[in-house]
Every structure is written in structure tokens, then in C-alpha cells.
């Protein structure tokens, strides 16, 4: 079965950075895309930045210029590198792997990691 564990979450002030890292277990080559999700108290869970197995990458536009997604395949590990933090993006960040090939179909979530931006 597919584990997915995020980290780096944390308390940080307007401007800061932080940098969440998801790590699967095995190899990240069995998915067909990674992503992170975030989910702020009332409002719905949203795509914040995916990473697709070519090396091909998307950002919501409330992101961009400011995130930035990468993967690390032989540490079976995405990360998301998140400056010039905003309060807005306050929220529970999920680490989400869309599989491929014995695991197409399937998608597998992470339990979230809490960012929280505020002076």
C-alpha cells in the first residue's frame, strides 16, 4: 500500500518561506503525477501546485511566482517551496500521488501538514 508523509508545516510570518516535503513510500515513478492540495477551515480543498512524471509543473494562479514544486526521485520525495507567504495561505496542505501503470486509477492523499501565516 502507498504512504504518502508530509512535513515542514508550521507557524511563519507574512513574507516568510517555509518548504513542505512529501515522502512516499517506494518509488515515485509508479505515480502519474504528484501534487499538493491545501484546505483552509470553510472552504474547499484546492490544488496549490502539481508536478506531472515528465517534469512538467502547474500552479494555481494565487501561487505563482511564489511556489514552487519539485521532486527528488531518489529520495522518493516532492517538495513545495512556498515564499513570500501570505496570510491567505493559511491552511492544511496535502501531499496527493495519482497512480499509474499496477496503480492507474488510484489516488492516494497524505494526512496534511498545517502552515499557518501570521505576524
Not at 521532486?71 to 492544511?92: C, F, G, I, Q, Y
Not at 496542505?93 to 505576524?119: H, I, M, N, P
Request: net charge positive; glycine share 12%; with cysteine.
Amino acid at each position: 500500500q502507498v504512504q504518502l508523509v508530509e512535513s515542514g508545516g508550521g507557524l511563519v510570518q507574512p513574507g516568510g518561506s517555509l518548504r513542505l516535503s512529501c515522502v512516499a513510500s517506494g518509488s515515485i515513478f509508479r505515480f502519474v503525477a504528484m501534487g499538493w492540495y491545501r484546505q483552509a477551515p470553510g472552504k474547499q480543498r484546492e490544488l496549490v501546485a502539481a508536478i506531472i512524471r515528465g517534469g512538467s509543473t502547474n500552479y494555481a494562479d494565487s501561487v505563482k511566482g511564489r511556489f514552487t514544486i519539485s521532486r527528488d526521485n531518489a529520495k522518493n520525495t516532492v517538495s513545495l517551496h512556498m515564499n513570500s507567504l501570505k496570510p491567505e495561505d493559511t491552511a492544511v496542505y496535502y501531499c496527493k500521488a495519482q497512480g499509474a501503470a499496477e496503480l492507474v486509477g488510484q489516488d492516494f492523499w497524505g494526512r496534511g501538514t498545517q502552515v499557518t501565516v501570521s505576524s
